[in-house]
């Protein structure tokens, strides 16, 4: 209903505030992260759960795949537009910053798919693939034919390959969240 990035109108502080998967929303993480301090009782909470969209690797495998380039262009595209989509990453300095005491950074994995070996990570991973195989369309339009230049069928001929290189098992990529 409102965006975030506007003055915060509200008639009382929170105790609690929590946001997440909003990397790709703000030209401002970090003016947010100030906004809701500014918003909280004193001894509030503000947590926050975000993913670093750049393709990580536990080994060699990502390097040189579609799904590694993918995730570089995005965010190449995104920086276009102002928006920095890896700011999940810079969180905890932007809390500091902020003026937030007793910050607790939690680090998670998302799995392209389900390469891991664990049960859980297997599981956490089909979730994440299948999430990307349904969003990687509306992720990727607008950054990258606005924002870079391709056009549609370029995008969607690479994305073929992005899909492809998503479910191959022997690349172990995964997302920092
Ligand atoms: C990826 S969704 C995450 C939704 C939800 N937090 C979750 O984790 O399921 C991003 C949400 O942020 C909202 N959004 C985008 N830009 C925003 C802004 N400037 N201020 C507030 N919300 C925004 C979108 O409408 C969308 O609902």
Known sequence: ?????????????????????????????????RKAYDELEPGGYLEMQEINCRLHGVDDTTKGTAIQRWTDLIIEGAARFGKDWECGARL?????????????ELHYAFPTNMWPKSRHKKLVGLYQMTNMLD???????????????????????????????????????????
């Open 135 to 177: 969003g990687m369309q509306g992720i990727s339009t607008r950054v990258l034919t606005k924002g870079l230049g391709m056009s549609i069928e370029e995008m969607e001929l690479f994305l073929v390959d992005v899909r492809e290189a998503l479910q191959n098992r022997h690349i172990h990529g995964y997302w920092p969240v």
């Open 92 to 104: 905890k300095e932007f809390f500091f910053a902020a003026g937030f005491e007793e910050v607790v």
């Open 1 to 33: 209903v409102d965006d975030a990035e506007d003055d915060w109108t509200y008639s009382q502080k929170f105790d609690y505030i929590h946001g997440r998967l909003l990397f790709s929303c703000f030209n401002d993480m970090a003016g947010v992260v």
